[in-house]
């Protein structure tokens, strides 16, 4: 009778307690009562085991690499630009050819930087596209031509974009108040002077967009504002030494130092920035030729596969820039630099600079600040 009562759970395995004593094996209905309520406290636990299958009977466990979209981003196109950037960007240093730039004091460029962004935004437009030009021109007279080619393009591409995008889009939605005067035959008013009748505001029309006098001159300021401080920023930078530029700076802020500004502290961050500029972009373009060198079928990839593609190239980035920043600090703290900037001596001077260049540089400043300020007043 037990084999019975076991047999319907072949795969169960019932372990009892061992019986007290032979007596109990007296009463056969108590024990079929006791293994019966041991039998359904025991909870069967399901088993699922699912495997893949396919038309012709083999497991196919990458079928959903099918569905996912390829070539949706341009990797190949990408890295390529990346890699084939120029090897002077911007925001560094170029010291041969020697210019005219070169030979100007650092104090005077930074008084040109403060000039060149306040001025345009409150000028007329002709002054600011006056400034366009002379920056475009004196880029091109200055920098080699490797670079002035490549930022000319690039901040002249992005300025067009703002201008176009400002100049139909701020003044384009149309009025909600209406004019409710009657008109100058029912009042009996004069009409307006002739000299009113040329006044345009709306310049142009293309479609639901309109060009206006207000567009036209949030475009205008912003473009050039933009362009101006791009350019003006990349003179700036690849004349002028980092040293030169710290030296400048300090010059400028050191009356704060009575305040309780740590120019000390502000000037050594301001120096490592600068110096550390070249290193990003070395780490970008460098990462990016060792991806294009591989020779990787991007045919071939899916899109998931090039997205990992793409944050392992910002995760090494990331990785070769730590390691240059625990470089410099090493090299600090060997040179002798405990934290404190106002005991660690900083070495910087303003270079060489000619009275001539010096002298031509703030004649040009004061005739510009001159113009700007006349403009708002006298109409060309």
């Known amino acids: 009778m037990y084999p019975k009562l076991l047999s319907a759970h072949p795969k169960v395995l019932l372990v009892f307690p061992t019986l007290p004593s032979f007596a109990s094996f007296r009463n056969p209905p108590e024990i079929l009562n006791q293994i019966s309520q041991h039998r359904h406290s025991i909870k069967l636990k399901p ?119 400002l100049g139909l889009s701020t003044d384009s939605a149309p009025s909600l108040l209406s004019s409710r005067s009657p008109p100058h035959s029912v009042t009996g008013l004069p009409s307006p002077p002739a000299s009113f009748e040329g006044y345009k505001y709306v310049i142009m029309k293309l479609g639901p967009l309109q060009l206006t006098r207000k567009g036209l001159s949030a475009a205008s300021t912003a473009a050039c504002l933009t362009f101006t401080i791009f350019q003006s920023a990349s003179l700036c ?3 002028t030494t980092p040293e030169q530029l710290a030296f400048s700076l300090r010059w400028f802020i050191l009356p704060l130092a009575n305040l309780g500004v740590p120019v000390a ?68 703290i060997v040179r002798g ?24 540089s703030c004649s040009c400043l004061v005739g510009l600040i001159c113009a700007a300020t006349l403009s708002r007043y006298v109409y060309f």
Not at 344 to 351: E, F, K, P, R, Y
């Open 47 to 165: 088993r699922i085991k699912c495997t893949a299958n396919s038309n012709n009977g083999v497991g196919a466990t990458n079928n959903w690499e099918k569905w996912m979209p390829r070539h949706f981003f341009a990797a190949e196109k990408v890295f390529g630009a990346i890699s084939g950037a120029t090897s002077s960007p911007i925001a560094q240093y170029i010291s041969s050819p020697t210019t005219f730039l070169h030979r100007v004091d650092p104090r005077i460029k930074m008084a040109w930087l403060l000039a060149l962004v306040i001025l345009p935004a409150r000028s007329d437009v002709k002054i600011r596209l006056g400034v366009v030009t002379y920056l475009a021109l004196l880029s091109i007279w200055i920098q080699p031509t490797e670079v002035w080619k490549d930022q000319l393009g690039r901040v002249t591409l992005l300025c067009g974009i703002l201008f176009v995008l």
């Open 237 to 239: 930078l690849t004349t």
């Open 265 to 332: 502290e502000v000037i050594l961050t301001l120096l490592l920035s600068l110096r550390f500029i070249n290193l990003v972009f070395d780490e970008v373009r460098n990462v990016a030729l060792g991806i294009v060198s591989r020779r990787i079928k991007w045919q071939q990839l899916t899109t998931l596969e090039t997205i990992d593609v793409f944050f392992t190239y910002i995760r090494r980035i990331f990785n070769n820039i730590y390691s240059h920043a625990a470089q410099i600090t090493q090299a600090m």
């Open 337 to 360: 630099f405990r934290g404190d900037c106002d005991s660690h001596q900083v070495l910087l001077s303003a270079g060489s600079s000619t009275k001539m260049a010096n002298i031509i």
